[in-house]
């Protein structure tokens, strides 16, 4: 007697016009959530401009969104570093790329106070300004008790408990105990396979979450950028047009021809492919004037770009903290108009000096909220306290600045990623090409490769040299 299977089998034989059924391919929905983003960014300006309080009284909302996400990028971290150098089968290759990711934050963040030295002294956009009281007691207010001296700053990235470095989140404490907890793991051998694949499935739970949290994009990108739009309104831009146009003239320039040529040379890929890809991390951070708003993000799309768990989880979290293309090149062209509005300007002599100790301030304003004008205000009060008096000036326009600051930030890590993926032979280029031509498409209501993780098993580190165990 014929089954049913069979019966649709000789269906299917009798009619060769009919095409064979294709399965359907599940449709992303979430570019109805950053069209919200973009019409609730055009709402806020509008009501920032025509209600200027009213805007200034919904920044909760934009503070809100930011929070929720700051919530999940410890976890994600953790989750991320310790199921990379577990599944690592030597602790050198993980010791290599934190040692060429360092190297490299030194060699940009050098290059970039270079470039914002000689756009600064080119423009001098700081001419014929006056400072007033109100303005010097603006700027010493800015200084920030949070910024910390190198050593302390050192001292604190090891947290008081375990369990601390999550509850309090300070990326580089969650670093730290997640590098510990991987290099713990790996030396287990096949006993932390257990306990790997634990944390397997809660980073799936925490990336979950995560693609839950961001519907409420639209509605902290209208409350943020009502609030900047309220509170500084278009005289702070008039006034102060010259030293933005010049900021944001050099961070495009920075990205695009230094980074772009960077990454054109050593891993032979197109800025522009690479920033097409990211294009809605760059919405939200334009939108929330937060680069920490894409870091969970950046993490998960890089490993799905093709580079290793090992080299995302320790080059993307390090740097935030220590590759701040966009603070370096603000701080070089702040302090040179500022100097300049005092009426005392630096000569080349001077400026060096002063720029070598922010590069090393702004290590130590690491996860400070505000982190840029915070260290810029820290910086000069120990380095030149009568510079301080002028901070008050850009104070207006700061949120406006950081907006290009938290943009090239970003585009810098999302490039020393693919950089040092390159460098350390930890990176699929055939992966690469097919994710950026769009034949593998992100998963945004996972942010993660279910299927991939579901048809794979975390591989199993030697262990005193024997064979890997047989895959259950």
């Not at 030194?106 to 080119?122: D, K, Q, T």
Request: proline share 5%; with cysteine.
């Amino acid at each position: 007697m014929p089954t049913k299977t069979s019966r649709r089998a000789a269906v299917a034989a009798s009619s060769p016009d009919r095409a064979p059924a294709v399965p359907r391919v599940k449709r992303d929905r979430t570019h109805y959530l950053y069209i919200a983003v973009i019409v609730a960014v055009v709402l806020g300006i509008a009501v920032g401009l025509i209600w200027p309080d009213a805007g200034v009284e919904l920044k909760p909302l934009g503070t809100g969104f930011v929070s929720l996400i700051k919530m999940m990028i410890s976890p994600i971290i953790f989750c991320t570093i310790v199921l990379g150098i577990g599944s690592v089968r030597k602790a050198a290759k993980v010791g290599a790329v934190g040692g060429i990711a360092l190297g490299y934050f030194l060699v940009m963040s050098l290059v970039a106070l270079a470039i914002g030295l000689v756009v600064g002294n080119v423009l001098h956009p700081g001419d014929g300004l006056h400072i007033t009281d109100a303005i010097k007691a603006t700027g010493h207010g800015q200084v920030s008790p949070d910024a910390l001296p190198p050593v302390d700053f050192v001292l604190s990235i090891i947290p008081t408990t375990f369990v601390s470095a999550f509850t309090e989140g300070q990326v580089l404490q969650t670093l730290l105990v997640a590098l510990l907890a991987g290099f713990a793991l790996q030396a287990m051998g096949s006993v932390g396979q257990p306990v790997l694949r634990g944390i397997e499935h809660i980073q799936r739970l925490v990336f979950r979450i995560l693609s839950m949290v961001m519907w409420a994009a639209p509605i902290g990108a209208f409350g943020a950028i009502a609030a900047v739009v309220g509170s500084a309104g278009l005289d702070a831009l008039r006034s102060l047009a010259v030293l933005m146009l010049g900021f944001y003239v050099t961070c495009v320039l920075f990205v695009f021809i230094v980074l772009g040529t960077l990454l054109r040379i050593v891993a032979g890929l197109n800025i522009f492919s690479l920033f097409k890809y990211l294009a809605r991390e760059f919405l939200l951070i334009l939108s929330t004037s937060s680069s920490e708003s894409a870091l969970p993000r950046l993490i998960a799309k890089m490993e799905h770009l093709g580079v290793s768990k090992p080299v995302v989880g320790i080059t993307v979290p390090t740097g935030y903290s220590f590759n701040l293309d966009g603070t370096m090149i603000y701080m070089t062209m702040a302090s040179l108009y500022i100097a300049d509005a005092l009426g005392t300007p630096m000569s080349v002599g001077e400026q060096i000096p002063l720029l070598l100790f922010l590069l090393l301030a702004s290590k130590g304003a690491a996860g400070v909220s505000g982190a840029g004008l915070a260290t810029l205000a820290g910086g000069l009060q120990s380095h030149k306290p009568a510079l301080v008096d002028g901070v008050g000036l850009i104070v207006g326009i700061d949120r406006f600045m950081s907006e290009a600051r938290a943009l090239t930030n970003f585009a810098g890590n999302a490039v020393a990623t693919v950089l040092v993926g390159t460098w350390t032979k930890e990176i699929d280029k055939g992966r690469v090409r097919q994710v950026l031509a769009g034949e593998l498409p992100f998963d945004e209501t996972t942010l993660l490769d279910e299927h991939e993780a579901a048809t794979t098993d975390l591989p199993e580190p030697r262990e005193d040299g024997e064979k890997e165990l047989a895959k259950a």
